[in-house]
DNA sequence: GACGACATACCAACCAGTATGTATGTTCTC
DNA sequence: GAGAACATACATACTGGTTGGTATGTCGTC
């Protein structure tokens, strides 16, 4: 009850409130997040949280340029382009994805990035644009592996890397909503194997040529 | 202000509430729909409407089985059923959604089933399992097509059906929160045309053949 | 006159937000 | 180096609005 914190250290303050907000946003979006349970997780009251942040948006927008952003660098675009070959840097990402979810409690939240998106962007443009640039930084860097890997003589020269790019985040998105419904990983599995059988037709050896 | 309908039609009621209640849980998902604004729109009161669903939450239930399946059933179970080739039959789902992005306003709302899951399946039973029957029906349907046009020569026989299947479901899921994020049908585009071309390999006429 | 189908009025809980107060730290002045 | 002046970083108490939900009343039909 009684917070434990040192009261004074403004950074270790906003720091806590990113946490706690992350958390509750996680649990149960951003709309049916209550300020008044980050506090209580936090032990900071109101005041600290409106001089930090303004308003309930401004925290909102601050989760995700400095807690979710982040975390998708960090979790899927570090190892995906610390991989010797973007085929084999994609098939780590779905891995490292599903592992993700195979922590206890994950599968029932889905991915952050999801979440928000399907509950904000088609609402609030401060979202839209902010989970916008989290997402065209995601494509971006598998379409920039990819068009790496095709100068490299890894990747067939045709692929139009964007076009993949996308459509591999896209599917990923959608086979954690899947799994999430479920209850049960089984449906990410599916799709993960589905799509790694895919990234075969990638490579720069042709198992078949389409006419020229 | 005053009721234009008539008072004493309890289906009609019903109905109604129905229609308003699926349109307000569309915007602005379940959590944040408000029953006020439900009774605003029809002009009935709370009162008739806690008669018909005794809650919110049996309100809810009620629009995903007398709205939402009924919806995915008739605009894209139904076309791919009675397609002649359970191949064009996937084609003509991905066409078709792509259809119904392309009308004003829908982009920026998304897809209703996925919503709904993203929003509810991790924090209400009742929602999870209503909505686990649409994507297991969505499912089974593209697996039980899929497997018959194994049978008529029309698909290659080693294909999973049900791994396809659920890959498919999930990678328009995503494809239709990517292109809701980015307010432009671009990435649902890519992700389509992505799909289709994947199809390829499902025919039964193997244009590469894996070792036996 | 009984029951189905509402209508009205009200409630407690919760919500984001704010006005105001205060303890601490820094800076400037002499 | 002492003390005033000021800004930072909170803390407390409160507000107006909205929420889902309910208790009770009433009208029309069989």
């Avoid at 008044?36 to 600290?48: F, M, N, Y």
């Avoid at 889905?110 to 494509?139: K, Q, Y």
């Avoid at 209850?183 to 040529?209: K, M, N, W, Y």
Wanted: glycine share 10%; hydrophobic share 40%; net charge negative.
């Amino acid at each position: 009850m009684a917070p434990t914190r040192p009261n004074r250290d403004a950074h270790a303050t906003r720091e806590a409130l990113l946490g706690a907000a992350f958390d509750e946003m996680y649990k149960n979006g951003f709309r049916a997040a209550s300020l008044d349970a980050i506090l209580r997780a936090t032990g900071v009251t109101k005041g600290a949280l409106y001089y930090h942040f303004g308003s309930k948006q401004g925290l909102g927008y601050a989760v995700v340029e400095e807690r979710v952003k982040p975390l998708v660098r960090e979790r899927y675009l570090g190892p995906f382009e610390s991989a010797s070959d973007p085929i084999e840097g994609l098939k780590r990402m779905g891995r490292r994805m599903q592992e993700e979810l195979e922590k206890t409690g994950v599968l029932l939240l889905g991915c952050p990035v999801n979440n928000l998106v399907t509950e904000m962007s088609g609402v609030d443009e401060g979202f839209r644009s902010r989970l916008a640039d989290i997402l065209d930084e995601w494509r971006d860097t598998i379409s920039n592996g990819l068009r790496e890997g095709i100068e490299r003589g890894l990747v067939h020269p045709e692929v139009d890397t964007e076009a993949i790019a996308t459509f591999y985040v896209a599917a990923y998105q959608g086979a954690c909503g899947f799994a999430k419904n479920a209850h049960d990983i089984a449906p990410f599995v599916a799709c993960r194997e589905g799509l790694d059988d895919h990234l075969q037709s990638l490579t720069a050896r042709p198992v078949a040529s389409r006419s020229p």
